[in-house]
Protein backbone atom coordinates (compact mmCIF):
# COMPACT_ATOMS: atom_id res chain seq x y z
CA UNK A 1 0.00 0.00 0.00
CA UNK A 2 1.61 3.66 -0.79
CA UNK A 3 1.20 5.16 2.27
CA UNK A 4 2.77 8.55 2.86
CA UNK A 5 3.26 7.97 6.04
CA UNK A 6 5.70 5.24 5.43
CA UNK A 7 7.56 5.23 2.14
CA UNK A 8 10.62 5.68 0.13
CA UNK A 9 11.58 8.86 2.05
CA UNK A 10 15.23 9.13 2.13
CA UNK A 11 17.18 8.81 4.97
CA UNK A 12 17.36 11.70 7.03
CA UNK A 13 20.12 13.35 9.42
CA UNK A 14 20.76 11.28 12.20
CA UNK A 15 18.98 8.22 11.10
CA UNK A 16 20.72 4.97 12.96
CA UNK A 17 18.29 1.98 12.75
CA UNK A 18 15.59 1.36 9.22
CA UNK A 19 13.21 -1.07 8.79
CA UNK A 20 13.46 -2.67 4.96
CA UNK A 21 10.42 -4.22 3.74
CA UNK A 22 10.42 -6.44 1.18
CA UNK A 23 8.65 -4.42 -0.80
CA UNK A 24 11.00 -2.46 -0.94
CA UNK A 25 9.23 0.91 1.61
CA UNK A 26 11.47 1.50 4.26
CA UNK A 27 11.36 3.11 7.92
CA UNK A 28 13.93 5.29 9.25
CA UNK A 29 14.32 5.93 12.87
CA UNK A 30 16.99 5.57 15.81
CA UNK A 31 18.38 2.17 16.14
CA UNK A 32 18.72 1.19 20.44
CA UNK A 33 19.41 -2.85 22.10
CA UNK A 34 21.60 -4.28 19.84
CA UNK A 35 23.96 -3.52 16.72
CA UNK A 36 23.56 -5.87 13.50
CA UNK A 37 20.77 -6.72 11.44
CA UNK A 38 17.79 -9.67 11.66
CA UNK A 39 15.33 -10.74 9.58
CA UNK A 40 11.69 -11.96 10.28
CA UNK A 41 7.71 -10.70 9.99
CA UNK A 42 6.87 -7.81 11.16
CA UNK A 43 3.89 -8.17 13.46
CA UNK A 44 1.94 -5.78 15.55
CA UNK A 45 0.94 -5.85 19.26
CA UNK A 46 -1.49 -3.87 20.88
CA UNK A 47 -0.73 -4.06 24.67
CA UNK A 48 -0.10 -1.02 26.53
CA UNK A 49 2.41 -3.40 29.48
CA UNK A 50 4.19 -6.57 29.22
CA UNK A 51 6.57 -4.99 26.72
CA UNK A 52 9.09 -7.24 28.48
CA UNK A 53 7.32 -10.31 28.53
CA UNK A 54 6.40 -9.72 25.02
CA UNK A 55 10.04 -9.61 24.17
CA UNK A 56 10.63 -13.17 25.67
CA UNK A 57 7.84 -14.88 24.75
CA UNK A 58 9.22 -17.74 22.52
CA UNK A 59 6.13 -17.62 20.20
CA UNK A 60 7.39 -14.74 19.19
CA UNK A 61 10.73 -16.04 16.98
CA UNK A 62 11.65 -15.14 13.44
CA UNK A 63 9.10 -12.07 14.33
CA UNK A 64 9.83 -8.18 14.15
CA UNK A 65 7.38 -6.54 17.12
CA UNK A 66 5.58 -3.42 16.48
CA UNK A 67 4.05 -2.11 19.37
CA UNK A 68 0.93 0.07 18.72
CA UNK A 69 1.11 1.80 22.62
CA UNK A 70 3.95 4.92 21.83
CA UNK A 71 5.53 4.88 25.49
CA UNK A 72 7.58 1.27 25.41
CA UNK A 73 10.42 0.71 27.42
CA UNK A 74 9.47 3.69 30.46
CA UNK A 75 9.33 0.96 33.09
CA UNK A 76 12.93 -0.50 32.70
CA UNK A 77 13.84 -4.32 32.87
CA UNK A 78 14.10 -6.79 35.80
CA UNK A 79 14.98 -9.90 36.11
CA UNK A 80 11.47 -11.51 37.23
CA UNK A 81 9.45 -10.42 34.20
CA UNK A 82 10.93 -13.17 31.55
CA UNK A 83 8.61 -15.57 30.00
CA UNK A 84 12.13 -17.67 28.74
CA UNK A 85 15.93 -17.77 29.51
CA UNK A 86 18.54 -17.69 26.68
CA UNK A 87 15.98 -18.96 23.85
CA UNK A 88 15.60 -16.72 20.72
CA UNK A 89 12.11 -14.88 20.83
CA UNK A 90 11.68 -11.90 19.13
CA UNK A 91 14.44 -10.87 16.91
CA UNK A 92 13.72 -7.00 17.50
CA UNK A 93 11.22 -4.24 18.23
CA UNK A 94 9.74 -1.30 16.57
CA UNK A 95 8.67 1.78 18.88
CA UNK A 96 7.11 5.12 18.24
CA UNK A 97 8.67 7.63 20.97
CA UNK A 98 12.52 7.41 22.33
CA UNK A 99 12.66 5.03 25.09
CA UNK A 100 12.85 7.08 28.18
CA UNK A 101 14.95 6.76 31.92
CA UNK A 102 13.22 4.21 33.48
CA UNK A 103 10.74 5.42 35.88
CA UNK A 104 9.69 2.25 38.21
CA UNK A 105 10.77 0.75 41.56
CA UNK A 106 10.96 -2.60 39.85
CA UNK A 107 13.45 -1.20 37.39
CA UNK A 108 16.98 -2.76 37.41
CA UNK A 109 18.57 -1.56 33.98
CA UNK A 110 17.52 0.68 30.94
CA UNK A 111 15.22 -1.41 28.35
CA UNK A 112 18.11 -0.26 25.95
CA UNK A 113 21.01 -2.05 27.91
CA UNK A 114 18.58 -4.96 27.92
CA UNK A 115 17.80 -5.28 24.42
CA UNK A 116 21.45 -5.07 23.84
CA UNK A 117 21.86 -7.82 26.34
CA UNK A 118 19.59 -10.35 25.01
CA UNK A 119 21.05 -9.40 21.38
CA UNK A 120 17.95 -7.82 20.32
CA UNK A 121 17.32 -4.74 17.67
CA UNK A 122 15.38 -1.75 18.49
CA UNK A 123 14.24 1.21 16.37
CA UNK A 124 12.33 4.35 17.95
CA UNK A 125 10.89 7.43 15.98
CA UNK A 126 8.94 5.42 13.60
CA UNK A 127 5.54 6.31 12.75
CA UNK A 128 4.05 3.33 14.53
CA UNK A 129 0.42 4.04 13.39
CA UNK A 130 1.35 3.84 9.72
CA UNK A 131 2.70 0.53 9.87
CA UNK A 132 0.05 -1.02 11.75
CA UNK A 133 -2.29 0.36 9.08
CA UNK A 134 0.19 -1.07 6.38
CA UNK A 135 -0.26 -4.76 8.26
CA UNK A 136 -3.73 -4.12 8.57
CA UNK A 137 -4.12 -3.44 4.78
CA UNK A 138 -1.87 -5.68 3.27
CA UNK A 139 -0.97 -8.85 5.99
CA UNK A 140 2.16 -9.12 8.50
CA UNK A 141 4.87 -8.17 5.67
CA UNK A 142 8.85 -9.93 6.07
CA UNK A 143 11.61 -7.08 6.70
CA UNK A 144 15.24 -6.69 8.20
CA UNK A 145 15.68 -4.26 11.11
CA UNK A 146 19.04 -2.89 11.16
CA UNK A 147 20.91 -0.93 14.17
CA UNK A 148 24.04 0.83 13.27
CA UNK A 149 25.46 3.84 15.41
CA UNK A 150 27.61 5.30 12.16
CA UNK A 151 24.11 5.47 10.24
CA UNK A 152 25.45 3.73 7.31
CA UNK A 153 23.32 0.89 5.71
CA UNK A 154 23.68 -1.04 2.70
CA UNK A 155 20.13 -1.14 1.42
CA UNK A 156 19.70 -2.95 -1.23
CA UNK A 157 21.37 -5.78 0.34
CA UNK A 158 18.89 -5.60 3.27
CA UNK A 159 16.41 -5.41 0.91
CA UNK A 160 17.79 -8.51 -1.09
CA UNK A 161 17.93 -10.30 2.53
CA UNK A 162 14.40 -9.26 3.53
CA UNK A 163 13.04 -10.99 0.09
CA UNK A 164 14.98 -13.79 0.76
CA UNK A 165 13.92 -14.73 3.52
CA UNK A 166 11.25 -18.21 3.44
CA UNK A 167 8.84 -16.74 5.66
CA UNK A 168 6.93 -17.91 8.34
CA UNK A 169 4.77 -20.51 6.18
CA UNK A 170 6.14 -23.94 6.86
CA UNK A 171 8.57 -22.93 9.22
CA UNK A 172 9.41 -25.05 12.47
CA UNK A 173 10.42 -23.16 14.94
CA UNK A 174 9.50 -25.02 17.60
CA UNK A 175 12.70 -27.25 17.48
CA UNK A 176 14.54 -23.58 17.76
CA UNK A 177 13.36 -22.85 21.24
CA UNK A 178 11.86 -25.93 22.73
CA UNK A 179 14.27 -27.49 26.13
CA UNK A 180 16.78 -29.68 25.17
CA UNK A 181 16.26 -32.03 28.16
CA UNK A 182 13.49 -32.75 30.21
CA UNK A 183 13.04 -30.30 33.51
CA UNK A 184 10.61 -30.76 36.82
CA UNK A 185 9.15 -27.47 36.99
CA UNK A 186 9.11 -25.78 39.90
CA UNK A 187 7.64 -22.38 40.87
CA UNK A 188 3.95 -20.89 40.98
CA UNK A 189 2.39 -17.22 40.25
CA UNK A 190 4.48 -14.74 40.92
CA UNK A 191 3.29 -11.99 43.53
CA UNK A 192 4.40 -8.55 44.31
CA UNK A 193 6.86 -8.68 47.19
CA UNK A 194 6.52 -12.68 47.17
CA UNK A 195 8.39 -13.29 44.03
CA UNK A 196 7.44 -16.90 43.04
CA UNK A 197 5.77 -18.70 45.61
CA UNK A 198 3.97 -22.15 45.50
CA UNK A 199 0.00 -22.58 46.52
CA UNK A 200 -1.22 -22.54 50.20
CA UNK A 201 -0.72 -25.90 51.80
CA UNK A 202 1.33 -27.65 49.01
CA UNK A 203 3.90 -28.15 46.95
CA UNK A 204 5.27 -29.84 44.04
CA UNK A 205 6.10 -33.80 44.51
CA UNK A 206 3.23 -33.96 47.48
CA UNK A 207 1.51 -37.04 47.28
CA UNK A 208 -2.22 -36.45 45.73
CA UNK A 209 -0.76 -33.54 43.22
CA UNK A 210 -1.63 -35.07 39.76
CA UNK A 211 1.40 -34.94 37.62
CA UNK A 212 1.14 -33.09 33.84
CA UNK A 213 3.62 -33.74 31.18
CA UNK A 214 3.75 -30.04 29.22
CA UNK A 215 5.21 -30.63 25.43
CA UNK A 216 7.70 -27.72 25.40
CA UNK A 217 7.32 -26.04 22.37
CA UNK A 218 8.66 -22.37 23.19
CA UNK A 219 6.61 -22.12 26.25
CA UNK A 220 6.20 -18.92 28.26
CA UNK A 221 6.97 -19.81 31.95
CA UNK A 222 3.69 -18.27 33.07
CA UNK A 223 1.64 -21.36 31.70
CA UNK A 224 3.43 -23.58 33.28
CA UNK A 225 3.18 -21.76 36.48
CA UNK A 226 -0.36 -21.53 36.11
CA UNK A 227 -0.89 -25.33 35.88
CA UNK A 228 0.99 -25.50 39.38
CA UNK A 229 -1.16 -23.06 40.73
CA UNK A 230 -4.23 -24.76 39.73
CA UNK A 231 -2.80 -27.57 41.24
CA UNK A 232 -0.77 -30.34 39.44
CA UNK A 233 2.98 -31.39 39.37
CA UNK A 234 4.26 -30.25 35.69
CA UNK A 235 7.47 -31.85 34.14
CA UNK A 236 8.61 -30.58 31.23
CA UNK A 237 9.57 -32.78 28.28
CA UNK A 238 11.01 -31.24 24.76
CA UNK A 239 9.04 -31.10 21.59
CA UNK A 240 10.19 -34.28 20.27
CA UNK A 241 9.64 -36.54 22.88
CA UNK A 242 7.83 -39.39 21.88
CA UNK A 243 4.34 -40.41 22.85
CA UNK A 244 5.85 -43.61 24.14
CA UNK A 245 8.35 -41.95 26.22
CA UNK A 246 5.56 -39.33 27.74
CA UNK A 247 3.00 -42.01 28.83
CA UNK A 248 6.06 -43.85 30.13
CA UNK A 249 6.08 -40.91 32.81
CA UNK A 250 2.87 -42.10 33.64
CA UNK A 251 0.93 -38.51 33.24
CA UNK A 252 -2.82 -37.83 34.38
CA UNK A 253 -2.59 -35.18 31.49
CA UNK A 254 -0.55 -33.90 28.38
CA UNK A 255 -0.64 -29.72 28.37
CA UNK A 256 0.83 -28.87 24.96
CA UNK A 257 2.53 -25.24 25.00
CA UNK A 258 2.89 -22.12 23.03
CA UNK A 259 5.23 -22.08 20.62
CA UNK A 260 6.38 -20.15 17.33
CA UNK A 261 6.45 -20.90 14.02
CA UNK A 262 3.47 -22.87 11.35
CA UNK A 263 1.61 -25.39 13.20
CA UNK A 264 1.80 -27.26 10.32
CA UNK A 265 4.96 -27.49 10.19
CA UNK A 266 5.43 -28.61 13.94
CA UNK A 267 2.90 -30.95 13.41
CA UNK A 268 4.51 -33.38 10.99
CA UNK A 269 6.52 -34.73 14.30
CA UNK A 270 4.02 -33.56 17.24
CA UNK A 271 0.49 -34.48 15.36
CA UNK A 272 0.84 -38.13 15.34
CA UNK A 273 2.17 -38.29 18.98
CA UNK A 274 -0.49 -35.89 20.04
CA UNK A 275 -3.03 -38.69 17.92
CA UNK A 276 -1.51 -41.65 20.22
CA UNK A 277 -2.37 -39.63 23.34
CA UNK A 278 -6.09 -38.81 22.20
CA UNK A 279 -6.12 -42.88 21.71
CA UNK A 280 -4.73 -43.17 24.85
CA UNK A 281 -7.66 -41.37 26.58
CA UNK A 282 -5.59 -39.06 27.96
CA UNK A 283 -6.88 -35.35 29.04
CA UNK A 284 -5.21 -32.80 26.64
CA UNK A 285 -5.10 -29.31 26.91
CA UNK A 286 -3.21 -26.95 24.21
CA UNK A 287 -2.51 -23.36 24.07
CA UNK A 288 -1.70 -21.51 21.03
CA UNK A 289 0.26 -23.29 18.88
CA UNK A 290 -0.44 -26.69 20.97
CA UNK A 291 -4.13 -25.80 20.71
CA UNK A 292 -3.53 -25.40 16.94
CA UNK A 293 -1.97 -28.77 16.47
CA UNK A 294 -4.50 -30.52 18.60
CA UNK A 295 -7.20 -29.44 16.05
CA UNK A 296 -4.47 -30.61 12.75
CA UNK A 297 -4.32 -34.06 15.27
CA UNK A 298 -8.40 -34.19 15.03
CA UNK A 299 -8.38 -33.46 11.46
CA UNK A 300 -8.69 -29.77 11.11
CA UNK A 301 -6.59 -27.96 8.50
CA UNK A 302 -5.13 -24.15 10.35
CA UNK A 303 -4.08 -21.38 8.07
CA UNK A 304 -2.34 -18.55 8.25
CA UNK A 305 -4.11 -15.26 9.24
CA UNK A 306 -3.98 -11.29 7.76
CA UNK A 307 -2.42 -10.01 10.58
CA UNK A 308 -3.47 -11.98 13.45
CA UNK A 309 -3.81 -11.51 16.94
CA UNK A 310 -1.64 -10.31 19.51
CA UNK A 311 -1.90 -7.84 22.65
CA UNK A 312 -3.58 -8.13 25.84
CA UNK A 313 -6.85 -6.97 25.21
CA UNK A 314 -8.51 -9.35 22.88
CA UNK A 315 -12.36 -10.26 23.65
CA UNK A 316 -13.04 -13.84 22.68
CA UNK A 317 -16.57 -15.29 22.76
CA UNK A 318 -17.59 -18.53 24.76
CA UNK A 319 -20.06 -20.19 22.67
CA UNK A 320 -22.16 -21.96 25.10
CA UNK A 321 -23.10 -19.08 27.35
CA UNK A 322 -22.11 -16.27 24.95
CA UNK A 323 -19.23 -14.76 27.68
CA UNK A 324 -17.03 -12.46 26.47
CA UNK A 325 -13.42 -12.92 27.60
CA UNK A 326 -10.58 -10.41 27.66
CA UNK A 327 -7.89 -12.33 26.61
CA UNK A 328 -3.86 -11.87 26.11
CA UNK A 329 -3.28 -13.45 22.95
CA UNK A 330 -0.25 -13.69 20.08
CA UNK A 331 -1.14 -15.98 17.07
CA UNK A 332 -0.21 -15.31 13.41
CA UNK A 333 -2.04 -18.92 12.33
CA UNK A 334 -5.71 -19.63 13.25
CA UNK A 335 -7.84 -23.35 12.82
CA UNK A 336 -10.00 -22.94 9.85
CA UNK A 337 -13.25 -22.55 11.18
CA UNK A 338 -14.63 -21.80 7.37
CA UNK A 339 -18.25 -23.30 7.26
CA UNK A 340 -17.78 -26.87 6.10
CA UNK A 341 -13.98 -26.98 7.16
CA UNK A 342 -13.96 -28.52 11.09
CA UNK A 343 -14.27 -32.01 11.33
CA UNK A 344 -17.56 -33.44 13.17
CA UNK A 345 -15.60 -34.22 15.92
CA UNK A 346 -14.12 -31.19 16.60
CA UNK A 347 -16.66 -28.56 18.70
CA UNK A 348 -15.58 -25.04 18.68
CA UNK A 349 -16.28 -23.41 22.19
CA UNK A 350 -14.44 -20.05 21.78
CA UNK A 351 -14.51 -17.37 18.59
CA UNK A 352 -12.79 -14.00 18.30
CA UNK A 353 -15.38 -11.47 18.07
CA UNK A 354 -12.86 -9.61 16.18
CA UNK A 355 -12.84 -11.60 12.76
CA UNK A 356 -15.02 -14.57 13.66
CA UNK A 357 -11.78 -16.61 13.72
CA UNK A 358 -11.52 -19.95 15.94
CA UNK A 359 -10.05 -19.23 19.31
CA UNK A 360 -11.13 -22.63 21.27
CA UNK A 361 -11.67 -26.70 20.01
CA UNK A 362 -12.94 -29.46 22.29
CA UNK A 363 -12.42 -32.81 21.18
CA UNK A 364 -15.61 -34.96 21.10
CA UNK A 365 -15.50 -37.97 23.63
CA UNK A 366 -12.11 -36.77 24.57
CA UNK A 367 -11.21 -34.72 27.20
CA UNK A 368 -9.03 -32.61 25.01
CA UNK A 369 -9.56 -29.12 24.99
CA UNK A 370 -7.71 -26.19 23.44
CA UNK A 371 -7.58 -22.63 23.63
CA UNK A 372 -5.76 -20.15 20.72
CA UNK A 373 -4.79 -17.39 23.78
CA UNK A 374 -2.81 -17.10 26.54
CA UNK A 375 -5.62 -17.52 29.83
CA UNK A 376 -3.38 -15.79 32.42
CA UNK A 377 -4.51 -12.26 31.22
CA UNK A 378 -8.28 -11.87 32.35
CA UNK A 379 -9.21 -10.65 35.82
CA UNK A 380 -12.23 -10.57 37.05
CA UNK A 381 -15.44 -13.01 37.51
CA UNK A 382 -14.53 -14.03 33.98
CA UNK A 383 -10.95 -14.91 34.86
CA UNK A 384 -9.48 -17.51 32.04
CA UNK A 385 -7.63 -19.29 34.93
CA UNK A 386 -10.67 -21.46 35.18
CA UNK A 387 -9.34 -22.95 31.95
CA UNK A 388 -6.16 -24.54 34.11
CA UNK A 389 -8.90 -25.39 36.78
CA UNK A 390 -10.58 -27.43 34.74
CA UNK A 391 -7.78 -28.83 33.40
CA UNK A 392 -6.78 -30.02 36.91
CA UNK A 393 -10.04 -31.02 37.40
CA UNK A 394 -10.34 -33.78 34.38
CA UNK A 395 -6.77 -35.30 35.82
CA UNK A 396 -8.09 -38.34 38.19
N1 LIG B 1 1.43 -18.05 20.70
C1 LIG B 1 1.58 -19.11 19.91
O1 LIG B 1 1.73 -20.25 20.35
C2 LIG B 1 1.64 -18.86 18.44
C3 LIG B 1 1.27 -20.06 17.62
C4 LIG B 1 1.69 -19.95 16.16
N2 LIG B 1 3.11 -19.86 16.04
C5 LIG B 1 1.01 -18.75 15.52
O2 LIG B 1 1.64 -17.79 15.21
O3 LIG B 1 -0.18 -18.77 15.33
Known amino acids: MADPAFSLAPQPDGATGVLVLADGQVAWGRGFG ?12 TAMTGYQEVMTDPSYASQIVTFTFPHIGNVGTNAEDMESHGVPGAVGCVVREDVTAPANFRAQGTFQAWMEAQGRIGISG ?25 GTFDLPALLEKARAWQGLEGLDLAIAVTRKDREEWEGSLWHLGEGYTLPEGTAPGDSGRPHVVAM ?11 IVAAGADVTVVPAKTTAEEILALKPAGVFLSNGPGDPAATGAYAVPVIQKLLAADM ?16 GARTTKM ?11 QRKDDGVVEITSM ?34 AGKKAFGVQYHPEASPGPQDSFYLFEKFV ?3 G
Open 34 to 45: AVGEAVGEVCFN
Open 126 to 150: VDTRALTRRIRVSGAPNAVIAHNPE
Open 216 to 226: DFGAKDNIFRN
Open 283 to 298: PIFGICLGHQMLGLAA
Open 306 to 316: NQGHRGANHPV
Open 330 to 363: NHGFAIDNTPGALPETVIETHVSLFDGSNCGIAI
Open 393 to 395: GML
